[in-house]
């Protein structure tokens, strides 16, 4: 429902405001991860894992592309993977400085919809805690930027986000709230 989507879109507060407590929880935990191993990231199982986890799809997943279609349909034009913001978000609307993020439920950990594997559960917690940081830390470095990002869940309706999205669009691109279509 729209609700529980508008409580998802990081938009809607302000700044740092947004960070929740359990993704600082998260940020120590990795961090402490970090300092331990001195790796960034946690080694893969074997390599058949780094090979399944190297094949998994970045973009032109069924949810971003629905998504874009629901943009372009509300008139929204857009870039797509812009590789000069951090993070490089999946759908950029740059004259509104709007940078969106599909997250997948699993690797992004959603509270919804995440699950976790049981095999090898410790290095699977270390690499999905390590995704949700990465996130935070684009996210901050945006904001530092005068961008707004922008997290829609996979399971999310995409011409609900879209609808959302174009509403912060206008917010963001006209001298009085609501005026401006595009």
């Avoid at 809607?12 to 991860?33: D, F, H, N, P």
């Amino acid at each position: 429902g729209t609700s529980s989507q508008l409580g998802r879109h990081s938009a809607r507060r302000s700044g740092r405001q947004r960070l929740s407590e359990a993704y600082w929880k998260i940020a120590v935990v990795s961090k402490a991860a970090r300092r331990q191993t001195g790796r960034r990231t946690p080694a893969p199982l074997n390599e058949v894992v780094r090979k399944q986890m190297s094949a998994m799809p970045t973009q032109g997943t069924g949810t971003e592309l629905a998504l874009r279609r629901a943009l372009h349909h509300l008139g929204l034009r857009f870039r797509i993977q812009d590789r000069s913001l951090p993070g490089r978000p999946d759908v950029v609307l740059t004259r509104a400085r709007i940078a969106v993020f599909v997250d997948g439920c699993f690797w992004h950990k959603c509270p919804s919809h995440g699950t976790a594997p049981k095999n090898n559960g410790e290095w699977w917690l270390a690499t999905l805690n390590e995704n949700v940081a990465r996130d935070r830390r684009n996210d901050n470095k945006l904001l530092d930027l005068g961008w707004v990002p922008v997290h829609v869940w996979e399971h999310d309706d995409p011409v609900e986000s879209a609808e959302w999205i174009k509403t912060l669009w206008r917010e963001r691109t006209s001298p009085r709230r609501g005026a401006g279509d595009p």
